[in-house]
Structure formats: structure tokens, C-alpha cells
């Protein structure tokens, strides 16, 4: 058996750190929340096993269903607006030249860095039906805003509108795509006398399908496990959540309820992993829709 070489050796060494970390901050907490999803446990007592009785119990609470129902109606809403919001922005970014195009992409991208909790805090004034600024610009209009935070039919459509917010990296990406798209090729539309949308239709987007094909998964993943500026907005004090009622209870949301809050670790244990695999099968189905959708050059010019 031949010894690793000096330069393999160093490069073990340096991927020590991320190794131990890997193991001790996130594969230990896997297996032990899988192993506590088995159990009732509280914190306090020791874990007691529970076989399958937690995900038993999950079948049959409303809760669940209810999170369930809130958490998928939001991703169904909120990915493919923010898919088309963020491409016609990538379009409008692949127009501007000269110095204004840094100016410009650093302008879409802050949103991006602005923390969630604050996001949170942020739309709660912006939604407020009656001092809000997304109600008072309705209003020039003659338009007359609905309780976002209060109605619980307005809950959902507010919270996808806020998440509206947060679309600088989805956008940047789908700009560095737009970048390498040969300008050979949409030369040769216009020349066969193609205009802007059948140019659209027929060369950018399957040039960048690959790029378009990410962002839905990552945005698809993000969006299951939407809970920071949810649980700001409508969890962070009794009158917003008693208003609200279940219309913004997301999956996570009651995880995390269940878990630091009523301490049923093990019963949280059980919905992370539930989410978990519902996570995975989702992203399985996109992968293998994606081989059959997505245009890849290098593989084109390979065949």
C-alpha cells in the first residue's frame, strides 16, 4: 500500500478542522436527533423510547396539517414569483453598462445581507394596516389595503411579499448567467428577424436553464424552511400570534414551538427528520425533471 504523499498529507491536515466540525456540529446532531426522534424526551428526564409514537402522533395532529398546508402554499407562491421577479431584475442589470452596472448590482444585492430578524421587524411596520407604507402607497391609488398582520386571509399573500425582499442573490446569479450567454447566438435570432421575447423564449433561457434550474432548488429548500421573519413578525409577542392565529404557523415554526418551547424534543426530533425527507424526495423529483430540462453547453459539445 503506497504512504500519502507530503502534499496529501498537509492537504488532510488542513481538512482537519472542517472534518471535526462536520462530525461534532453536524453529523452527531443528526444521528442524536434521529435516535431522539425514537424517544419521548423533555429535557429534564431521561430519553424514554417511544418506537414510531411520535410520527404516529404527527399523522393525526392538526397542527402538522395545518403547518404543512401554510409552509406549501407559501413555496408554491413564493418560488416561482421570485424566480420571475429576480430574472426580469437580471435582465434589466444585463442592460447597464459602464460604471452604473457595479452601482446597480450592489444596490440589488444589500437586501440580501440585511438579517432576517430585522427583515421581520421591518415588515411588520410596512404591513401594518394602519400606519403601514405598503397601505398607504395602495391608497394613492384609491386602494384600500387589507390587515396583513391581523386578517388571517391576508397572512400568507404578507409574508410572500416580504419575503419579496431577500431576492439579491437569486438575481446576481441569474445575471452571471445572463453574462455568459453567447452573444453570437442572439445575434443570429435577431438576423433571422426573431424579436425580444421569441429571443427569450428560444436562446436565453435554455442558455441559462442550468443557472434557472439551482435557484429553484435553493429557493425550494429555503422556502420549506421559512422561519426567521415569520416567527419575528407573528410569534415574537401574544397580541401578533393571537390575531394571526394558525395563518402563520409554518412547519418550522411548530418544530421549533414544540421543541423550545414545550420541550417535546423528541417530537421535534421526528418533524425535522419528516422534514428532512420530504426535502430530499422533493429535490430528487427536480434533479430528474431537471436531466430531461436543462440545457448543459459543455455536455452538448461533448456529445
Not at 55 to 64: C, S, T
Not at 116 to 135: C, R, T
Request: proline share 5%; no cysteine; glycine share 8%.
Amino acid at each position: 500500500m503506497r504512504r500519502p504523499r507530503g502534499e496529501t498529507r498537509w492537504a488532510y491536515v488542513f481538512l482537519l478542522p472542517w472534518l471535526i466540525g462536520l462530525v461534532v456540529f453536524q453529523a452527531g446532531p443528526m444521528v442524536a436527533s434521529l435516535v431522539l426522534s425514537f424517544t419521548d424526551y423533555d429535557l429534564i428526564d431521561s430519553p424514554r423510547f417511544a418506537g414510531l409514537g411520535n410520527y404516529a402522533k404527527m399523522a393525526q395532529d392538526p397542527k402538522v396539517a395545518r403547518a404543512v398546508g401554510n409552509t406549501v402554499l407559501y413555496t408554491l407562491s413564493h418560488v416561482p414569483l421570485a424566480i420571475v421577479l429576480a430574472l426580469a431584475l437580471a435582465l434589466v442589470l444585463n442592460r447597464v453598462t459602464g460604471r452604473a452596472a457595479g452601482v446597480f448590482r450592489t444596490i440589488f444585492y444589500l437586501p440580501s445581507m440585511t438579517p432576517y430578524v430585522a427583515v421581520g421587524v421591518l415588515f411588520l411596520f410596512l404591513l401594518n394596516g394602519q400606519a403601514g407604507m405598503v397601505n398607504q402607497f395602495l391608497g394613492l391609488f384609491g386602494v384600500q389595503g387589507p390587515q396583513w398582520t391581523t386578517d388571517p386571509d391576508w397572512v400568507l399573500p404578507g409574508i410572500v411579499l416580504m419575503s419579496l425582499w431577500n431576492l439579491g442573490s437569486t438575481t446576481i446569479i441569474l445575471f452571471a448567467a445572463l453574462r455568459n450567454v453567447p452573444k453570437e447566438l442572439t445575434e443570429a435570432a435577431m438576423i433571422d428577424g426573431a424579436g425580444p421575447w421569441q429571443r427569450l423564449r428560444a436562446v436565453t433561457l435554455p442558455m441559462i436553464s442550468s443557472a434557472l434550474f439551482f435557484v429553484v432548488i435553493i429557493n425550494t429548500i429555503t422556502s420549506l424552511q421559512m422561519f426567521d421573519q415569520v416567527y419575528t413578525m407573528f410569534f415574537g409577542n401574544q397580541i401578533a400570534q393571537q390575531s394571526s392565529g394558525d395563518a402563520a404557523l409554518f412547519y418550522v415554526v411548530y418544530l421549533f414551538q414544540q421543541g423550545f418551547q414545550f420541550l417535546h424534543m423528541g417530537y421535534a426530533s421526528a418533524l425535522a427528520w419528516l422534514l428532512f425527507a420530504v426535502i430530499a424526495v422533493i429535490t430528487l423529483v427536480q434533479v430528474r425533471v431537471g436531466r430531461r430540462l436543462v440545457y448543459y453547453e459543455a455536455e452538448e459539445h461533448a456529445g
